[in-house]
């Protein structure tokens, strides 16, 4: 085990926004503190990202834990970050989004890794730490969410095998890690939700746009109409002056955006975009 000197409760705490990894991470970092005689506890100083404790949950580990204001006297312990926001003491840190800043935290570990859920993972193996099937998947889906269903460059290839290995070893599911990996949205859920997955409002200087999108790998046309009209109606009720609505495919690579005026204007990209870099600056020169 690494040289850890503290007295007292260790708070072991992700990113703000949690995702899967951060969450898993705090699972597994507190599990280990604890095999080597620590006092540990996980806290969340904010909402975390959508739909991370049901992912999690599909897995077969559940858990969740509510947004505390820290009260200055935690002794924090980061995972899948390396700075703070808030103004308290750091006593160590495991992540895998290395810098060239070096931190002087008593301990601080930051290199490479498909996810710090696997790399903690990886330590308590070799630390003896005793595993339950859990934490297995915890780490296995921090992976998948982690690198968009092992597809990204943050992917440590080296990992795949063992990653392989215990979807078989613990019989997990590979559809749903896939799919959650992918992000991609459960389109049985209501439909206004649906509509407006991702929402977000730009204010430009001729009007209002509104945007939301989804991410699954085919769309019925029904669905796609009644949505349609669903945004229609949004529109309206929110009086803005056009709705882009993007359905991404990123099993197949592409995106379809709807332009909703008074008309609908549809451009099959035949590629997968980005609303932030390839669509909303042309809209913002319509609206401007
Ligand atoms: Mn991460």
Redesign the pocket.
Same mark, same amino acid.
């Given at each position: 085990m690494f040289d850890l000197n503290v007295k007292g409760p260790i708070t072991v705490v992700g990113h703000d926004i949690s995702?899967v990894?951060?969450v898993a &991470?705090c699972l597994l970092l507190k599990k280990y503190l604890e095999h080597f005689g620590f006092e540990a506890q996980i806290a969340m100083f904010s909402e975390p990202m959508n739909g991370t404790f049901k992912m999690l949950s599909k897995m077969g580990v559940p858990f969740s834990v509510g947004v505390t204001k820290p009260n200055g006297d935690e002794q924090l312990f980061l995972v899948?970050h390396h700075e703070t926001a808030y103004d308290l003491k750091v006593v160590g840190c495991i992540d895998?989004?290395p810098t060239e800043t070096e931190y002087d935290y008593p301990v601080y570990i930051n290199r490479k890794a498909s &996810?710090?859920a696997f790399m903690i993972l990886g330590m308590m193996e070799a630390d003896g730490v005793p595993l339950e099937a859990s934490d297995h998947a915890a780490a296995v889906l921090?992976v998948y969410c982690?690198t968009q269903s092992l597809k990204s460059t943050k992917l440590v290839k080296t990992d795949v095998p063992k990653v392989q290995e215990i979807i078989q070893k613990y019989r997990l599911d590979g559809k749903y890690l896939y799919e959650a990996g992918l992000g991609l949205n459960d389109l049985s859920q209501p439909l206004e939700a649906l509509a407006l997955n991702g929402l977000k409002v730009f204010d430009f200087p001729k009007g209002t746009v509104m945007s939301s999108y989804l991410q699954a790998d085919r769309y019925e046309d029904g669905f796609v109409s009644e949505l349609i009209n669903e945004l229609k109606m949004q529109r309206t009720k929110n009086s803005a002056a056009m709705w882009v609505l993007l359905l991404h495919d990123p099993v197949h690579g592409n995106t379809v955006e709807y332009d909703i005026t008074d008309e609908v204007k549809v451009i099959d990209h035949g590629a997968l975009i980005s609303r932030g870099s390839n669509v909303m600056p042309r809209i913002e020169k319509l609206f401007t």
């Open positions: 995702d990894d951060s &991470s899948d895998h989004h &996810s710090t921090s982690d």
